[in-house]
């Protein structure tokens, strides 16, 4: 018998996060309650049972979230029993920071990143399980699966660590921290397969299900609660849809889709012509940089 | 190019078929799928980039939008024309290079119908040595690249070595470019034939030679009729077939090193680890180590019920019949074959850092789950990559690789490096930066730490001390040159001598001009002067003596190391803290004036650092205190005497 992909990944994973509980002084789960935040969640029960996860999730909530994510983060923390710790940036809420009318830089500053760097400070933490995989963009393809923050939770890029073998350097001065990334070696297909295969609860989001929607710059939103704004002329339709990936209701988009389970999800996605970020302003940078070469002279 | 397209069409038509008609009987399938991790050596002249790109292209990993980019790339940026150039898939990472992410190692990921595949690619000049280490230390096979036209070339024969030096069984050798050559059987032979002469030389047993054309496509897929005088398989049917390192770890003997012990309650005590190697069962009779306590598996416990057999690769939880002593750092074994302990080895290493290795300073040493201080001989020999000659060496730079011995400051669980990687191979990281500065690979354990055991003299440091009617004491003083550290130093020992104290003074005048008149000035030479005198001043400190010393000893590490070596409460560090343009002006033997004239080199304070102490013992302000006051308070303190004059 040999351990199948999946085997080998979650041993991996595991190991991981094992080392981390043993050197480091006080971890934390970053838990978007996403897919991937699902799986990374299922394999440290794995990893610590029969004791319970040995430390905290975190939840970045911005105010815009779905309440079906937030229903199904409240329910798996307490049905595992693991204390759940909820940022949320109230000063910037109350300021009018919305996602309607904050561009977009400045609106994820301030609802997602700021209030996370917050929570890890205040709380202390000196290394936290993120579940970015290396398959997600190209730059990733690169990071560590221990990845160093200076006091400032700076990444710098040019500073990492080797690792060698399964031996991780958690070593580290006081203010700095560590983010972890067990699922670095994961694809998107292996997520989906995991979850399959070991029966793990996603929030309803990603199955197909009729809702309220509008369509806004190339984008299918759904009207999740009433502060959803209209513009002049949208009514909300009813239209059986279902998401790759989940974010801010408003900013969010929907795919229309009528995969109701885990295999016909996958089946649509490994038959799906375009990557999972299609549409998001990000993808072109390769392209781009091409281009720019090019500009340079280059060739 | 059009050939292998169309049959590559077909195989992936017939899993959309299957994905579309049933896809629980798709997902069946591949969940079943294995895994290989490999490392492609070679430049993008050898053609890596392509064939990577290639790999990619024809296992679907590129949707639409991404090939609709790469295909008008291709024709806008390309060098072929109106043919896709596979190269540009990887070589957009060249550009984020540039835009500032390290040259490094990038992880890439595809898939085949059988397998799972993770490639590690890194770049192959001399200069990354490193990363291809780092790449090549998780991987189970090599693809070694030779340009059809060129032959074996020196980086050849580098990532040949480094391949083989790193472990890697399973080696590779694509001759790539086979179409620009005619398909020639002749020019394929003779370097082949060149390679094995090569590969025995330096001890690679055995390799799996493939002609192929990354571009064309041929022998990448499906065995090519451009070549039918080769009766091997194509490249990736050989990728979908190799054994795996861990297939061959399970016929070893059983090694868990423990990370972490899982005590919820007081009912359940597990051992968690991931096995290095061997199987196991629930009754098998295990060792721990390295306190050799013996005892039997009760149960393996994971969330998904207990289990009848583990294996090599796993992570489970392991609950032992008796309550016996085990802890992070502990291995598990077979009983009747456990591995061994010591604490002084021959090893290689590979340097990672910009900072040198200084022999005989102290550094952190992972192996396994274990993390112990070790220190690093001077190099036995530095091995150039190129051509394997062994070099003289007094140190490592980076990406230097070098055989050195190793000790250790207590007893580790290891095996060779080459019969186990997990208790084999390790890292070594500065105190200080907290840098992974090294990979190491264990070969053996000296005989000298096997045999000699500490004689358990009845004389011991207790009944020396006793005997002088004091406590052991090493008094440590450290500051620039002419700070005033000896005339201080030599002011307590005459009040030690009046008390009736049994002392000894060490300082340059009796060391450098004997015990370590070898030694010069440059940072190694300074670690090894100060670790000798840490080991004078310890056997001192056990023959009960208040050991006094005066060295400006300007390392934060090297200090930590004196101190380590001594029990608790016994190191006083004493910073005669002296700034440098007092002592400059002093200048009482006129070093500063030939520093600053540029006749004295390594000078500290001039153009060598001064680490100041963090938390010495005792701090000396010269410009407020004078050398009288600062005896009677080092006297008093040392002694346990308060005073309350300063």
């Not at chain 2, 609950?319 to 021959?346: H, K, M, N, W, Y």
């Amino acid at each position: 018998m040999n351990l199948t992909h999946l085997q080998r990944l979650e041993s991996e994973a595991i190991h991981i996060m094992r080392e981390v509980v043993a050197e480091a002084e006080k971890p934390v789960m970053l838990y978007s309650v996403g897919k991937d935040s699902a799986v990374m969640l299922h394999l440290a029960k794995k990893a610590f049972y029969p004791s319970p996860p040995p430390f905290p999730l975190l939840h970045i909530a911005s105010g815009w979230d779905f309440q079906a994510l937030l229903d199904h983060r409240d329910r798996t923390a307490k049905e595992i029993g693991m204390e759940l710790i909820v940022a949320h940036n109230q000063e910037a809420a109350d300021a009018g920071i919305n996602p309607f009318d904050a561009r977009a830089g400045v609106y994820s500053q301030q609802m997602l990143i700021d209030p996370l760097k917050q929570a890890l400070t205040e709380h202390g933490f000196d290394a936290a399980f993120g579940g970015g995989r290396r398959d997600e963009e190209k730059s990733r393809a690169k990071e560590r699966i221990f990845s160093f923050r200076s006091s400032s939770h700076r990444w710098d890029p040019k500073n990492q660590r080797p690792e060698l073998w399964k031996l991780y350097n958690m070593n580290k001065a006081k203010s700095e921290s560590i983010r972890v990334f067990p699922l670095s070696n994961w694809t998107e297909l292996d997520i989906w397969q995991y979850i399959h295969l070991e029966q793990i609860d996603i929030v309803p989001l990603y199955y197909a299900a009729k809702l309220p929607t509008v369509k806004r710059d190339g984008l299918l939103l759904v009207v999740d609660d009433e502060r959803m704004r209209l513009e002049e002329g949208e009514v909300p339709e009813e239209k059986v849809v279902r998401f790759r990936t989940l974010g801010c209701y408003p900013l969010t988009g929907a795919t229309e889709s009528s995969a109701a389970t885990l295999p016909e999800i996958i089946q649509e996605m490994l038959l799906a012509t375009s990557s999972e970020r299609e549409g998001r302003a990000v993808d072109h940078d390769a392209t781009a940089s091409m281009e720019k070469k090019k500009q340079e002279g280059y060739f | 190019m059009a050939r292998s397209d169309t049959e590559q069409l077909d195989t992936s038509y017939q899993t959309e078929a299957l994905i579309a008609e049933d896809i629980d009987a798709y997902l069946e399938k591949h969940q079943h799928k294995s895994m290989l991790r490999f490392i492609t050596c070679g430049s993008v002249d050898d053609g890596k980039s392509t064939l990577i790109g290639r790999l990619l292209y024809d296992s679907k990993m590129i949707f639409e939008d991404q090939l609709a980019a790469l295909e008008a790339d291709s024709k806008k940026v390309g060098t072929q024309g109106q043919e896709i150039d596979f190269a540009l898939l990887v070589d957009g990472l060249a550009a984020e290079r540039e835009q500032g992410i390290t040259i490094d190692v990038a992880y890439r990921f595809f898939a085949t119908e059988k397998r799972k595949f993770i490639v590690a690619d890194t770049p192959g000049h001399e200069q990354y040595t490193r990363n291809m280490i780092t790449g090549a230390s998780t991987a189970d096979l090599a693809i070694i690249l030779i340009d059809a036209r060129q032959g074996i070339l020196t980086q050849t024969r580098r990532h040949s070595y480094l391949a083989h030096l790193i472990g890697i069984k399973n080696l590779v050798v694509a001759v790539n470019k086979m179409d620009l050559v005619g398909y020639d059987q002749a020019v394929y032979d003779k370097i082949i034939a060149d390679y094995a002469k090569f590969a025995t030389e330096i001890g690679i047993e055995n390799f799996t030679p493939i002609p192929i054309s990354g571009l064309a496509g041929d022998n990448i897929t499906s065995v090519s009729p451009n070549t039918p005088w080769y009766d091997g398989p194509d490249l990736v049917a050989h990728l979908e077939t190799v054994e795996l390192t861990n297939t061959v770890n399970r016929t070893k003997p059983l090694r868990m090193p423990v990370q972490w012990v899982n005590r919820p309650n007081l009912d359940f005590r597990g051992f968690s680890g991931q096995i290095a190697s061997g199987t196991i069962k629930p009754g098998d009779e295990v060792r721990v180590l390295p306190s050799g306590r013996r005892s039997s598996v009760k149960s393996i416990v994971t969330m998904d019920g207990e289990l009848d057999e583990a294996v090599a690769g796993q992570s489970v939880t392991l609950v032992l019949a008796d309550e016996i002593d085990c802890s992070r750092g502990d291995v598990i074994a077979a009983a009747d074959a456990p591995p061994q302990t010591a604490d002084q080895f021959e090893t290689t290493l590979v340097w990672m850092d910009e900072n040198e290795m200084l022999p005989g300073r102290s550094y952190w040493m992972k192996i396994g789950s274990q993390m112990v201080s070790a220190t690093v001989q001077t190099p036995k020999y530095q091995i150039n990559v190129n051509n394997m000659e062994q070099l003289a060496a007094k140190t490592l730079e980076l990406n230097g690789i070098g055989v050195a011995e190793l000790a250790t400051d207590r007893q580790i669980v290891f095996e060779p490096y080459a019969d186990n990687r997990d208790l084999g191979g390790f890292i070594l990281i500065d105190k200080l930066t907290n840098a992974t500065v090294a990979a190491g690979m264990l070969h053996f354990c000296l005989r000298r730490s096997q045999n000699v055991h500490w004689q358990a003299v009845d004389v011991d440091r207790n009944a020396h001390a006793l005997q002088k009617n004091q406590e052991p004491r090493v008094v440590w003083f450290t500051g620039l040159s002419g700070s005033g550290k000896s005339t201080i130093a030599n002011m307590v020992e005459k009040r030690l001598h009046a008390l009736g104290k049994h002392s000894f003074l060490l300082d340059g005048d009796n060391v450098r001009h004997g015990l370590n008149r070898d030694l010069g000035f440059t940072d190694a030479d300074r670690v090894e002067n100060i670790r000798r005198i840490g080991e004078v001043a310890r056997l001192m400190a056990d023959a009960g003596l208040i050991v006094l010393t005066a060295f400006i000893s300007p390392f934060r590490a090297e200090r930590q190391l004196v101190r380590s070596m001594l029990p608790e409460g016994e190191f006083f560090e004493v910073f005669v803290d002296t700034p440098l343009e007092v002592a400059e002006e002093r200048d009482v033997k006129g070093l500063y004036k030939k520093a600053r004239a540029g006749e004295l080199k390594n000078f500290t304070g001039i153009d060598s650092d001064y680490e100041v102490p963090r938390n010495p013992e005792i701090r000396i302000d010269t410009t407020r205190t004078s050398p009288e006051e600062a005896a009677e308070l080092i006297v008093n303190k040392i002694t346990g005497i308060w005073s309350y004059t300063i």
